[in-house]
């Protein structure tokens, strides 16, 4: 039982390496090439993004691009210069708005009270009613103890003093 086995040595095949630059490389193209498919599918999906979603948007999209081709022109041809909606607006319009409409609201507060009532005292209507236009005629009103004016032509009323 004691065979000899001979131990003659392993042949061994050489591992095979392989180079880590080329695929390094590879590497690098396909990340690039992922990047490029990344950055065309964001530009498609932002293009989509651009494109109208009904008739509505692109009617409001047509009409946005008609103003800048009118302003471009008007700038170019110089006709802006006599175009009010070039000049630019001095101080806050806001303001002159707002100072406009509360002048309005106390002028036709005035107008509305053209004569003193002095408290609840009635004002003389006949001389009121000399003021109007023909047809209209000044009444009070005890309740409101103000002037109401109608015209007896056409039975309106109004809390407004007519005008000729």
Avoid: C
Avoid at 101 to 115: G, L, N, P, W
Wanted: proline share 4%; charged share 35%.
């Amino acid at each position: 039982m004691n065979e000899l086995v001979s131990l003659s040595p392993v042949v061994r095949s050489k591992k095979r390496t392989i180079s880590a630059a080329p695929s390094l490389r590879s590497n690098k193209k396909v990340s690039s090439l992922v990047d490029k498919w990344k950055a065309a599918k964001e530009e498609l999906h932002e293009d989509e993004e651009d494109e109208p979603e009904n008739a509505y948007e692109m009617l409001e999209k047509k009409r946005q691009r008609e103003i800048e081709e009118w302003r471009a022109y008007q700038i170019t041809s110089g006709e802006a210069k006599a175009n009010a909606n070039f000049q630019p607006l001095g101080g806050d319009w806001r303001e002159r708005v707002k100072r406009k409409r509360a002048k309005s609201s106390r002028e036709a507060v005035q107008t509305q009270k053209v004569v003193s009532t002095n408290g609840n005292q009635q004002p003389n209507l006949t001389e009121v009613s000399r003021e109007l236009p023909s047809g209209w005629q000044a009444y009070w009103d005890e309740s409101s103890k103000e002037i109401y004016y109608g015209n007896l032509i056409t039975s309106e009323t109004s809390w407004k003093k007519p005008t000729k």
